[in-house]
């Protein structure tokens, strides 16, 4: 597995390019609506929120949205289309948990998506969404089933290979999260070098704050 922090500002112009994470995160967003009752009066955190894709599928159904990303450029993208389509409902926050910088404020909704396994040490990750969720707020977590490192072409920035529901189920339960669903939320295809296409299921787990 390789170590090394991925510089997502290098990909952040051509991300919204690939077909596959636009569908993807059209999906997600798809199933957090099927397990979360969204309203007008929410404020929604996207931890992760890169270029924005969740964030915007998921807007119109919530009163305010805070994107938050450790990476300028995929900020910026971000930024551009919330100007475009005059959501002013939205606002962006360049914010590096890993370097120990905390989001301001409180959240009825926290979503994350395929953010997780490019943390390092994420069970602190998961004190930081109990601290910004509203008692009785929503978490929803998407990311991959556990895998054989192939989902990547470049495992750079990667620190986990998917992930254990059952462990990620126990990071929600000790940081004060209960109610705890899951589910299969999509499946990501992808050719392998040798023509086989393989799938990679990715889950969505949701929780509600004590």
């Given at each position: 597995?390789?170590?090394?922090?991925?510089?997502?500002?290098?990909?952040?112009?051509?991300?919204?390019?690939?077909?596959?994470?636009?569908?993807?995160?059209?999906?997600?967003?798809?199933?957090?609506?099927?397990?979360?009752?969204?309203?007008?009066?929410?404020?929604?955190?996207?931890?992760?929120?890169?270029?924005?894709?969740?964030?915007?599928?998921?807007?119109?159904?919530?009163?305010?949205?805070?994107?938050?990303?450790?990476?300028?450029?995929?900020?910026?993208?971000?930024?551009?289309?919330?100007?475009k389509f005059e959501l002013n409902h939205i606002e962006t926050l360049l914010f590096?948990?890993?370097?120990?910088?905390?989001?301001?404020?409180?959240?009825?909704?926290?979503?994350?998506?395929?953010?997780?396994?490019h943390i390092k040490d994420v069970r602190p990750l998961f004190d930081l969404f109990?601290?910004?969720?509203?008692?009785?707020?929503?978490?929803?977590?998407?990311?991959?089933?556990?895998?054989?490192?192939?989902?990547?072409?470049?495992?750079?920035?990667?620190?986990?290979?998917?992930?254990?529901?059952?462990?990620?189920?126990?990071?929600?339960?000790?940081?004060?999260?209960?109610?705890?669903?899951?589910?299969?939320?999509?499946?990501?295809?992808?050719?392998?070098?040798?023509?086989?296409?393989?799938?990679?299921?990715?889950?969505?787990?949701?929780?509600?704050?004590?």
């Amino acid at each position: 597995m390789n170590t090394e922090k991925k510089d997502f500002d290098k990909e952040a112009a051509n991300w919204d390019e690939n077909p596959g994470r636009v569908k993807l995160a059209k999906e997600i967003a798809e199933a957090i609506i099927k397990q979360v009752v969204l309203r007008p009066d929410m404020r929604l955190l996207d931890f992760g929120c890169g270029t924005g894709l969740l964030s915007i599928e998921l807007q119109s159904r919530v009163g305010s949205v805070t994107g938050v990303d450790s990476s300028a450029g995929m900020l910026d993208i971000f930024k551009a289309k919330t100007a475009k389509f005059e959501l002013n409902h939205i606002e962006t926050l360049l914010f590096d948990f890993e370097k120990g910088e905390t989001p301001e404020g409180s959240y009825d909704v926290v979503v994350s998506n395929m953010t997780l396994h490019h943390i390092k040490d994420v069970r602190p990750l998961f004190d930081l969404f109990s601290k910004v969720t509203t008692p009785g707020g929503y978490l929803c977590i998407a990311d991959l089933d556990l895998e054989d490192g192939q989902f990547h072409e470049d495992n750079t920035g990667v620190f986990h290979h998917g992930f254990d529901r059952t462990i990620l189920k126990g990071f929600f339960l000790k940081t004060g999260f209960r109610d705890i669903l899951e589910t299969t939320a999509t499946e990501v295809r992808k050719p392998l070098k040798d023509g086989v296409v393989k799938r990679f299921p990715v889950f969505l787990m949701t929780a509600r704050k004590v």
